[in-house]
């Protein structure tokens, strides 16, 4: 029986810094390491490949790409040993939703609810690792903490139901409020600008609100780490993303934008926010995350989603 997985991890990575944590930081318990363990436990090889050529004794095909190359060479193993984990939206990684996919891989991993209906398809929430959904310490009270930030990198396309519209226009709004901080890559210039970060939870425990916006905000069951990270480090996120977001987080975590007709209206909203409010949904949000409703977005409930697609 085939014993062998291979990995076609993303580009630009080193695949033994995230596979076998080589760095020894908090990315221990991520995906990648995660997956590694469970197919340690279950008896498989696990080896790394950049094109699918010439493999042997294969199990099954992991690839988080969709190169013409790879491709090619996939057509030489069976299709249900191969599967493809789709992690970006239409808006950002467009090669995901291209239907001649399913000529190649068995299982594509979908962030989509719409493409579930699919067998080819599984439906998969944002896998958190345990350091993003960790509390932060020492956290100001909330009479010492700024009012509003955004992390996020400049990233634009005018790509049908992206978000990165939405987002510029709520950051030029809030410029002009003095309350609002932004960081991230591609923003010199912009006076509300305060640089990067390296560690986001650290950073954002210091303000009262957060804006989430998702890349997308048409697609059903789209839900990325943003809200999460929000949650770990006791900020009230400011939500545009999956329109049925409710379904996966209680409304009395966070505070939605759809609910707002304007930037305006949004922040008189925010401004009127009393300490006992914005501890309600602080509140929530860490009860919500100790409780059974969390568990699909979990590492190691995603771990048991890839396992279960892969056959001797």
């Not at 008896?43 to 199990?59: I, Q, R």
């Not at 013409?68 to 090669?95: G, H, T, V």
Request: glycine share 6%; charged share 25%; aromatic share 16%.
């Amino acid at each position: 029986m085939p014993n062998t997985v291979y990995v076609r991890f993303m580009h630009g990575y080193n695949p033994l810094e995230n596979f076998y944590n080589t760095k020894g930081n908090e990315r221990e318990g991520g995906v990648e390491d995660t997956l590694r363990q469970e197919l340690e436990k279950a008896g498989y090889t696990l080896k790394f490949t950049n094109d699918a050529s010439n493999l042997t004794d294969v199990a099954a095909i992991i690839s988080w790409e969709t190169d013409p190359q790879i491709l090619a060479n996939l057509r030489k193993y069976p299709r249900e040993r191969c599967i493809l984990l789709a992690f970006e939206p239409p808006c950002s990684r467009l090669d995901y939703y291209d239907q001649r996919l399913e000529q190649y891989f068995g299982t594509i991993f979908t962030l989509f609810e719409s493409q579930a209906y699919n067998p080819n398809y599984v439906k998969f929430n944002w896998p958190l690792q345990p350091f993003r959904i960790k509390k932060v310490e020492n956290c100001p009270d909330f009479s010492e903490k700024k009012f509003c930030v955004m992390v996020n990198s400049n990233n634009y396309n005018a790509f049908p139901g992206s978000t990165f519209g939405d987002r510029r226009k709520t950051i030029a709004y809030l410029a002009t409020t003095g309350d609002f901080d932004l960081y991230g890559r591609g923003w010199d210039g912009l006076s509300c600008w305060k640089g990067t970060v390296q560690d986001k939870q650290n950073t954002i425990k210091n303000y009262k609100f957060i804006i989430c916006y998702e890349n997308s905000h048409d697609g059903m069951g789209y839900m990325t780490e943003k809200m999460f990270d929000a949650f770990a480090g006791r900020c009230v996120p400011i939500y545009l993303g999956a329109p049925n977001v409710t379904s996966y987080v209680p409304e009395e975590c966070f505070v939605h934008r759809r609910n707002f007709a304007s930037e305006e209206e949004l922040y008189r909203y925010m401004k009127s926010m009393d300490r006992t409010t914005h501890e309600s949904y602080l509140k929530a949000a860490e009860e919500f995350l100790d409780g059974p409703k969390f568990d699909i977005f979990k590492t190691e409930y995603f771990i048991r989603q890839i396992m279960s697609r892969i056959k001797r």
